[in-house]
């Protein structure tokens, strides 16, 4: 069993179960607060994501490939050293930009979001980003060494805490008005991030091969190499995240700007926004843990392939990925748009946001290839060009925002069709770099018959939802889903998109087909 497929497979199942414990997150928020209180959330949410990419400064995909390298040549010495190096990088910008966002938050909120009740929420989730400075860092490290089960389990137990907590706070502050309410969901994902990083130096005290502390300024003065390194792909990887960030931290702003223009209170902006990225997106992206779950060792393996000239092993990695990631998308994106509807009823208790669903869905497709394609580009070293595809999707995504959204005509339809436009432009480029970079074959018969496969699917889902009537919503979205994923797995046999030896390669199920 390889350590691509297994580490991947425990990536898998670990996303899955956080993906999960997120809804629940996200339904009890959405139950409590209301799409009000949601996008305060989500307008906020952002802001954060922003500083974190500053602060983390790209280094936990550079430490994943550079640790990677090291543990193939055996050299431990090194490992210290980029350990030591990316957590007095990062804790060195924590303590700058941590105080600076708590200073700009009256101004972010008054200003920019034109909704002042986004102050206390700004405020409640500023401590989070010291914590996942230091989380990212190990993080990557234990990556790097394609040790994916501490990464995994942290991830799990974040979400187990945030939600205990989560209901909790929100109820307790919601009497002094749904800010409040937010600054306490905030607060609860502080926490849930806090309980993942004490289990992160529980495990890596565990299973260090080194000393941390032994010599470590020494290391700290003597690292201007290590530093060179981790910079050459960090900042580019930075570059690209943080052009992502960006956008984002500018989304909510625009929006909020051009929905006046279209005639929208700012509460009523604040509503609309947090039923798109609130209700309907997250839906859409609970998919794509299988995406980032492949991307994550992707890196390493990649990596570990280039540092040994192992270029057919390069493009067999990447078509793995890319099968995988067709093949579970495209199941994803029929479930959701069939059963769009239920989905949202049953988890919000609103049916607000299943047009979004519908509209997008078609072309999330897309929106799952760009991990996989973005973490090749990273671990063959062009990063660069990484970033410059999303700086482009980015750029026309904000100007489509404000061209369209501040039409009343399209309203916040217009910021779903910017946001469409905006990441199957960036995966599009994304592609076109890789296949200038290596030597990649697109199987075109294949991409034929999965679309079959999906069109075929989608059309008996939306078969049995208008002809049969189920005793409860619940009872119909387990009924049609089970329905869908096994006519869908017959269609794939059948077309020959999988066989035998593809699930035997799977690990701990693999040995039932071999």
């Known amino acids: 069993m390889s350590k691509f497929l297994k580490g991947t497979m425990i990536l898998l199942i670990a996303g899955f179960i956080t993906r999960v414990l997120g809804f629940i997150n996200r339904i009890v ?89 986004t102050l206390l929420p700004l405020l409640a989730i500023t401590p989070i980003i010291p914590i996942i400075a230091v989380s990212s860092v190990l993080r990557g490290y234990f990556q790097g060494r394609q040790n994916m089960k501490p990464a995994a389990i942290s991830q799990v137990i974040e979400q187990i805490v945030r939600i205990a907590l989560i209901a909790t706070l929100t109820k307790a502050f919601l009497p002094l008005g749904v800010e409040y309410a937010a ?52 900042l580019p990887t930075t570059g690209s995240r943080m052009i992502g960030s960006i956008a984002w931290f500018i989304e909510p ?39 980032q779950s492949l991307s994550t060792s992707l890196v390493p393996a990649i990596s570990e392939a280039k540092a040994n000239n192992q270029l057919k092993l390069i493009e067999h990695l990447l078509q793995q990925a890319l099968k995988f990631t ?98 199957v432009l960036v995966t599009i480029l994304h592609f076109a770099t890789i296949l200038k970079t290596i030597s990649f074959s697109i199987i075109v018969k294949d991409y034929i018959k999965m679309l079959l496969v999906i069109l075929l699917t989608a059309y008996l889902g939306s078969l049995l939802v208008k002809t049969i009537t189920f005793p409860s919503i619940l009872i119909q979205i387990i009924s049609i889903t089970s329905i869908i994923c096994i006519f869908y797995i017959i269609l794939l046999f059948l077309f020959r998109l999988m066989n035998k030896k593809d699930l035997a390669k799977i690990p701990w199920i693999g040995p039932f087909f071999s």
């Not at 799409?35 to 550079?62: C, E, F, W």
């Not at 905030?186 to 299973?207: D, H, N, Q, R």
Request: aromatic fraction near 12%; charged fraction near 10%; proline fraction near 4%.
């Open 29 to 117: 928020i959405a139950r409590f607060i209301g799409d009000d209180g949601v996008g305060l959330y989500m307008m906020v949410y952002p802001t954060m994501i922003l500083v974190v990419t500053i602060t983390q400064l790209g280094l936990p995909v550079a430490i994943s490939k550079n640790v990677a390298e090291a543990e193939a040549a055996g050299n431990l010495r090194k490992v210290k050293s980029i350990l030591i190096v990316s957590l007095s990088t990062t804790l060195g910008l924590t303590v700058i930009f941590t105080p600076a966002l708590f200073l700009l938050a009256p101004y972010l909120s008054q200003t920019l979001f034109t909704d002042e009740r």
């Open 183 to 234: 600054a306490g969901a905030m607060l609860a994902s502080v926490l849930g991030e806090l309980a993942s990083l004490f289990y992160l130096l529980a495990s890596f005290k565990w299973k260090k091969k080194f000393h941390l502390r032994k010599k470590f300024f020494q290391y700290v003065h003597n690292g201007k190499n290590t530093f060179q390194e981790l910079m050459t792909i960090a």
């Open 253 to 291: 702003i625009v929006v909020a700007h051009s929905l006046s223009l279209a005639g929208l209170t700012a509460i009523n902006a604040t509503k609309q926004y947090g039923v798109l990225t609130g209700f309907a997106l997250p839906l859409l992206m609970l998919p794509s843990f299988f995406t």
């Open 326 to 423: 067709f093949m579970t998308g495209g199941l994803a994106i029929v479930v959701l748009y069939v059963l769009a509807e239920p989905l949202m009823t049953v988890m919000y208790g609103s049916t607000r946001g299943t047009s979004f669903i519908q509209l997008m869905a078609p072309f999330f497709i897309l929106n799952y290839y760009q991990g996989p394609l973005q973490a090749t580009l990273q671990a063959l070293n062009f990063a660069r060009a990484a970033m410059i595809n999303s700086f482009i999707g980015a750029a026309v995504k904000t100007a489509l925002i404000f061209i369209l959204a501040s039409r009343p005509e399209f309203g916040i339809f217009g910021v779903a069709i910017a946001l469409i436009v905006g990441f």
